[in-house]
């Protein structure tokens, strides 16, 4: 068996962070590393016919059949002498996962979980619980942000469907590269504020009703706390307390998060018929906030997921309501220790910092 130095990985995913996350865990720790976009990102990026739309669902509840995708795939596994595919953004690539697996079934291929369910009605939970099953038999490996997604997985999802499977509890962190790039104003803004990184342009076909936090935004700013986001028609109103921003590139968001008392991280939950994503899933803003050193704002109620997450992390600021919240932001001299102590919090959440167990992981397989 060799050592991760001389295996070949394939990451199989969208262009997001996650692949630049798992570029920099395996820098130095494997022989190579390339990127392969999966076929249902492919598609999201072109304009689909009625009959494409009608095979991409089939494959879900099959494999995939797309001949060009497979043979493309193919070769670059091939020409890369690819030993172990990671594959990555929830139920997305689990149809290519079948199709590779049967085509070329001695290439190891784990799946990362760090969203799941995306569903958030019992039909879409029931259905994206049986894609997850449907490909079980394909996968050698698992990878889950937590302990508590892990556990999810064994008693709800795939049963004996999964016990061939090898686990790992992986943070999901992103390069160190982009934490140095954050400059720190240690005197911050002086008055109780937040920021919020999550989704405010309700009109996109992609948001979902948990994205729309438009309530708790209106009650925060109703108790004068200063809320930064980004703008958009839908939060554009004008209120004194609110702060939109234009788009940032992640580097640039996070130097500019920097400065702020603490990052909201919620969902409208109320908008849900079930809530297991929000419980479970350790989002990539928490990701983005936690490189950004700063304080978490989080409810006190759910987000298990999460708080399992932030374990090791010194500032977690639940709040039973805003009123709550604010009172937490006014003592500015407890948030200021907070901040600093976040600041030097931030070299456990590394990607690189997670690199030896993730190449372990690798090597076991």
Same mark, same amino acid.
Not at 33 to 47: A, C, E, Q, W, Y
Not at 104 to 120: D, G, N, T, W, Y
Not at 133 to 147: E, I, K, Q, T, V
């Given at each position: 068996?060799?050592?991760?130095?001389?295996?070949?990985?394939?990451?199989?995913?969208?262009?997001?962070?996650?692949?630049?996350?798992?570029?920099?865990?395996?820098?130095?720790?494997?022989?190579?590393?390339?990127?392969?976009?999966?076929?249902?990102?492919?598609?999201?990026?072109?304009?689909?016919?009625?009959?494409?739309?009608?095979?991409?669902?089939?494959?879900?509840?099959?494999?995939?059949?797309?001949?060009?995708?497979?043979?493309?795939?193919?070769?670059?596994?091939?020409?890369?002498?690819?030993?172990?595919?990671?594959?990555?953004?929830?139920?997305?690539?689990?149809?290519?996962?079948?199709?590779?697996?049967?085509?070329?079934?001695?290439?190891?291929?784990?799946?990362?979980?760090?969203?799941?369910?995306?569903?958030?009605?019992?039909?879409?939970?029931?259905? /994206?619980?049986?894609?997850?099953?449907?490909?079980?038999?394909?996968?050698?490996? $698992?990878?889950?942000?937590?302990?508590? $997604?892990?556990?999810?997985?064994?008693?709800?999802?795939?049963?004996?469907?999964?016990?061939?499977?090898?686990?790992?509890?992986?943070?999901?962190?992103?390069?160190?590269?982009?934490?140095?790039?954050?400059?720190?104003?240690?005197?911050?803004?002086?008055?109780?504020?937040?920021?919020?990184?999550?989704?405010?342009?309700?009109?996109?076909?992609?948001?979902?009703?948990?994205?729309?936090?438009?309530?708790? $935004?209106?009650?925060?700013?109703?108790?004068?706390?200063?809320?930064?986001?980004?703008?958009?028609?839908?939060?554009?109103?004008?209120?004194?307390?609110?702060?939109?921003?234009?788009?940032?590139? $992640?580097?640039?968001?996070?130097?500019?998060?920097?400065?702020?008392?603490?990052?909201?991280?919620?969902?409208?939950?109320?908008?849900?018929?079930?809530?297991?994503?929000?419980?479970?899933?350790?989002?990539?803003?928490?990701?983005?906030?936690?490189?950004?050193?700063?304080?978490?704002?989080?409810?006190?109620?759910?987000?298990?997921?999460?708080?399992?997450?932030?374990?090791?992390?010194?500032?977690?600021?639940?709040?039973?309501?805003?009123?709550?919240?604010?009172?937490?932001?006014?003592?500015?001299?407890?948030?200021?220790?907070?901040?600093?102590?976040?600041? /030097?919090?931030?070299?456990?959440?590394?990607?690189?910092?997670?690199?030896?167990?993730?190449?372990?992981?690798?090597?076991?397989?």
């Amino acid at each position: 068996m060799r050592s991760s130095h001389g295996l070949s990985v394939t990451l199989l995913g969208p262009d997001i962070a996650h692949r630049t996350m798992f570029e920099a865990m395996l820098a130095g720790r494997a022989a190579k590393v390339t990127g392969l976009s999966d076929s249902l990102s492919l598609l999201r990026s072109r304009p689909r016919s009625t009959g494409q739309r009608i095979q991409k669902l089939f494959d879900q509840l099959t494999h995939t059949h797309d001949s060009s995708f497979l043979e493309n795939t193919c070769r670059h596994l091939d020409e890369n002498q690819t030993d172990i595919i990671i594959a990555y953004w929830g139920t997305g690539p689990l149809a290519d996962i079948v199709a590779i697996k049967r085509l070329r079934p001695r290439i190891k291929i784990l799946l990362e979980v760090a969203c799941f369910p995306l569903a958030l009605d019992t039909l879409g939970v029931k259905r /994206q619980h049986w894609l997850m099953r449907h490909a079980a038999p394909s996968l050698d490996g $698992m990878l889950y942000p937590s302990a508590m $997604m892990r556990d999810y997985f064994h008693e709800n999802v795939l049963g004996a469907r999964g016990r061939h499977l090898h686990e790992l509890i992986l943070k999901i962190c992103w390069p160190r590269e982009l934490q140095v790039a954050a400059e720190r104003n240690e005197q911050g803004i002086d008055h109780p504020n937040l920021i919020f990184i999550g989704r405010t342009d309700l009109s996109h076909p992609t948001v979902h009703a948990a994205d729309d936090l438009r309530p708790l $935004m209106a009650e925060i700013l109703e108790n004068q706390i200063e809320l930064h986001h980004g703008s958009s028609p839908e939060t554009s109103d004008g209120h004194p307390y609110r702060r939109p921003f234009q788009p940032l590139e $992640m580097a640039a968001l996070i130097a500019r998060m920097a400065a702020h008392d603490a990052s909201l991280i919620a969902y409208n939950a109320a908008a849900c018929g079930r809530t297991e994503r929000l419980n479970l899933t350790v989002p990539d803003r928490l990701a983005t906030s936690v490189a950004a050193g700063i304080p978490i704002a989080i409810p006190s109620m759910g987000y298990a997921g999460p708080k399992q997450y932030l374990a090791e992390y010194p500032a977690v600021l639940e709040f039973d309501s805003v009123p709550d919240l604010k009172r937490k932001l006014e003592d500015r001299q407890h948030i200021q220790a907070l901040r600093q102590a976040t600041w /030097q919090a931030r070299k456990l959440y590394t990607a690189e910092a997670q690199g030896d167990l993730l190449a372990q992981f690798l090597e076991s397989l």
